[in-house]
């Protein structure tokens, strides 16, 4: 197997893992590497360290949360990995610069897309309403690669 498709297989397992499980000790087992060396790799790939990539995907699926459904913002936040409201409010107040709440009320989107290998890809997204039948909710309406 590829580095590359090495690492495409550890990308997925960061998108379909179950929040409190993502640590990178739990990853570098998934993926037969030291830590270190994912580190290395992860940033290498992506431009992110694997931690800031995990939050901001996790913020973000949060958001998309937020806009798009009426779950409590409390539930959300645990849902989504969050140890307290509060935790997940200074998260959102510190990325964006508003309260959730203020979020839900206002016309801006936050989005960190999921890292897509590959040499270039453009990402389309329209402004319009989803029905969420499920917590893994992505808000790509056209991509090309």
């Not at 409590?72 to 936040?77: E, K, N, Q, V």
């Not at 309260?99 to 989107?109: G, I, L, Q």
């Not at 453009?122 to 039948?133: E, S, Y």
């Amino acid at each position: 197997m590829s580095k590359k498709q090495h690492f495409q297989n550890l990308l997925k397992n960061i998108e379909d893992s179950k929040i409190d499980k993502l640590n990178i000790n739990n990853l570098s087992r998934i993926g037969y590497i030291s830590s270190m060396q994912l580190y290395r790799d992860f940033y290498n790939f992506t431009g992110h360290s694997v931690n800031e990539y995990i939050r901001k995907r996790r913020l973000s699926n949060a958001l998309a949360l937020i806009k798009h459904s009426s779950m409590s913002i409390t539930d959300i936040a645990f849902m989504c990995g969050y140890s307290s409201h509060q935790n997940f409010t200074n998260a959102v107040r510190k990325a964006i610069g508003l309260s959730p709440t203020e979020y839900r009320k206002n016309d801006m989107y936050f989005y960190f897309p999921a890292y897509i290998t590959g040499d270039a890809c453009k990402i389309t997204v329209k402004k319009k309403i989803f029905r969420i039948q499920s917590a893994s909710v992505f808000f790509i309406t056209s991509l090309r690669i």
